[in-house]
């Protein structure tokens, strides 16, 4: 199998010719991460050339960037070379002066006394530098170039400690080990919250001690090419993730959902589930704060990959109530349970809820006149409904009593007959509240010949008059409107310049009159 494997690649599966066995798809190869889960940094700088001498130059923060095993290296070098140069240097003073080769003189005045050869002149160097002072190797008077000599032992020695101490000391405080208490979530999850589809992912804090002025930051990182053509590998865009309502300030005592609204102006308003499956994109996370109990910055990173993004999950609660105190249940802090959530994307959904309903009804125009409304209403058609309407439901209709009576005493003849004769015409109705509703249709229709023989079928019916005009009717059927400013130019007001009766024929006007 694993000479297979090496000749064919990784891909490579054995085909099992039993029935039985059910056969698993390829597993995804793991592609390459930008920001390890334990927020390492996976880029590496080559090709500096020239540029290499910029880290001497910052050579403090070189060796605190430094590995401690490298770290640990250069102390000890430094030290041990500090010590063998400055003993070598001892020596060759008392070896120049002649003191090696009187040692033992005791009448004999060396610059350093009791130094005889290289391994005594390291130990005045080691009692000297420690300032031990055991009291047997001292400098003389009679030496002005070992007093000199000390002097600037004394000035280097100062020099490397401070440098070296300070360095491991820094090394040693830095809050990068801070960072491993601060836990984040291994997947991220995308489900509705508030009505609103969310990209949520957990934060949590393993330490009593608190992250001052804690704050976090998403960057989506994602290659793109941009209209013009070029092509942007590894664009970083911003997630809001409450940066305008302050929710990005975090008070971090328990752990934290934190959400990104998917909106608009998210660069996930057109993901949906099938195509989360093809996409390929890294969100970094970061979270900074101040370690409350020594005052330095610290910064925790992860990223999750689209293959850590599950879609229709929710983070299961790790929050419980105890006799005087909250419980945080961390065995619980990466666990989630799948919840119902549309499937399709937030861009998706807008356009489904823009389309117009076939359903809906039209809205008339504002500037609509009121004549064409009347003809409307008052149609044909609408009357037929109305009356079967009025058949099912009861009297309630929207045709006035005094129709609802002629409709249900037989004379459907005549109705039909006005309505149709009241559509023809495309006056405005004027309010004549003192003519009868017949007397204003007959009056409307051209020649006398028609007036006579409207007349004799209105004195035919055998009912009362109605005295409700047609401006009341109007008013009846229709929702209350505000009135037109302006009356149309072809109106019979504007025409007679009088009262309405003056335009009536005769013998209506007699009629009129006796009434």
């Known amino acids: 199998m694993a000479a297979l494997r090496r000749k064919f690649g990784e891909d ?45 130059s910052d050579l403090f923060t070189t060796l ?19 010590w063998l140069v400055m003993a070598s240097m001892w020596w060759i003073i008392a070896y120049i002066r002649g003191d090696l080769n009187h040692g033992h003189d005791s009448s004999y005045t060396p610059c350093v006394a009791n130094v005889y050869n290289f391994p005594s002149a390291f130990l005045f160097f080691i009692e000297t530098e420690a300032t031990i002072g055991y009291g047997y190797r001292y400098i003389t008077e009679k030496c002005p170039e070992g007093i000199i000599l000390f002097l600037f032992q004394s000035l280097l020695g100062s020099i490397v400690d401070a440098f070296l101490i300070g360095c491991m000391f820094i090394k040693m405080s830095q809050p990068k080990k801070r960072a491993e208490t601060l836990m984040f979530s291994q997947d991220a999850v995308i489900s509705q919250r508030d009505g609103k589809l969310c990209l949520m992912f957990r934060v949590g804090n393993l330490r009593n001690s608190h992250m001052v002025s804690a704050q976090i930051r998403c960057k989506l990182i994602k290659s793109r090419q941009t209209p013009e053509g070029e092509f942007l590998p590894l664009d970083q865009c911003e997630l809001d993730v409450g940066f305008g309502t302050g929710a990005d300030q975090l008070f971090l005592v328990s752990p934290l959902t934190i959400c990104h609204e998917i909106n608009p102006k998210s660069p996930f308003f057109d993901l949906s589930q099938r195509s989360l499956m093809n996409e390929q994109f ?44 909250f419980r945080v249940d961390y065995s619980q802090f990466h666990s989630t349970f799948e919840v119902p959530t549309p499937p399709y994307s937030v861009k998706e959904h807008e356009e489904k809820t823009s389309l117009p309903s076939p359903l809906s009804t039209p809205t008339p125009a504002l500037g609509e006149s009121r004549g064409a409304r009347r003809d409307r209403v008052f149609s044909v058609d609408c009357i037929n409904a109305s009356e079967e309407g009025g058949r099912q439901g009861g009297a309630g209709g929207r045709l006035p009593s005094k129709l609802q009576r002629m409709s249900s005493s037989g ?23 003192d003519l009868p509703l017949k007397l ?76």
């Not at 039993?18 to 597993?27: D, G, I, K, L, Q």
């Not at 979270?287 to 850590?308: F, H, K, N």
Request: net charge positive; aromatic share 6%.
């Open 64 to 82: 605190v960037d430094l590995k401690w095993r490298w770290n640990l290296l250069i102390f000890i070098l430094t030290y041990t070379i500090a």
């Open 12 to 56: 490579y599966q054995v085909v099992n010719t039993n029935r039985a066995t059910t056969f698993s798809a390829p597993v995804k190869k793991k592609r390459q991460r930008f920001v390890e889960k334990n927020g390492r940094c996976n880029v590496q700088h080559g090709n500096l050339g020239g540029e290499t001498s910029r880290y001497l």
């Open 411 to 433: 004379k459907e003849d005549l109705q039909r007959k006005v309505l149709l004769l009241s559509s023809q015409h495309s006056e405005k109705a004027c309010s004549t509240g």
């Open 440 to 515: 204003q249709r007959l009056s409307s229709s051209p020649g006398p010949e028609a007036e006579t023989r409207l007349q004799l079928k209105a004195l035919k019916v055998g009912f009362e008059p109605m005295t409700q005009s047609t401006g009341d009717l109007y008013q009846h059927s229709l929702p209350p409107t505000p009135a037109p400013t302006s009356v149309p130019m072809h109106s019979p007001l504007l025409s007679a310049g009088g009262r309405p009766e003056d335009n009536l024929p005769a013998k209506l006007r007699r009629m009129n009159a006796d009434r």
């Open 282 to 325: 890294e969100i970094v996370v970061i979270l900074e704060g101040i370690v409350e109990t020594t005052g330095m910055t610290c910064q925790a990173r992860t990223s999750y990959t689209e293959d850590e993004v599950l879609w229709g999950h929710r983070f299961l609660p790790v929050m419980s109530l105890e006799e005087g105190f």
